[in-house]
Nanobody
């Protein structure tokens, strides 16, 4: 099993920044990729970005490209989502997910493990 715990959410004004963290524990050696998703009220969970754990390749949704950056700290088993130039439409609960297999990394069903989520609210 893999456990994921997100932190770092909060309330920020438009144009501001936040950094989310996702700490993983358990059977971490088997993780192939980790992803960040978000879900706004009444909407489906959508892909934000992902990172391949071994090689460190990163991928982003077009809506956040150039504003968000994903990084990892192998020693701490932690993935970060640095969010800059935040917009009100970025408001959502942000989740990190982990998967042990390759596949469609933008789709939530690919990820077997999820954190509890952290709220990000961007005021205009």
């Amino acid at each position: 099993q893999v456990q994921l715990v997100e932190s770092g959410g909060g309330l920020v004004q438009a144009g501001g920044s936040l950094r989310l963290s996702c700490a993983r524990s358990g059977r971490t050696f088997s993780i192939y990729r980790m992803g960040w998703f978000r879900q706004a009220p009444g909407k489906e969970r959508e892909f934000v970005g992902g990172i391949s754990w071994s090689g460190g390749s990163t991928y982003y949704a077009d809506s956040v490209k150039g504003r968000f950056t994903i990084s990892r700290d192998n020693a701490k088993n932690t993935v970060y989502l640095q969010m800059n130039s935040l917009k009100p439409e970025d408001t959502a609960v942000y989740y990190c997910g982990a998967t042990e297999r390759s596949g469609s990394y933008t789709l939530p069903p690919t990820y077997a493990y999820w954190g509890q989520g952290t709220q990000v609210t961007v005021s205009s």
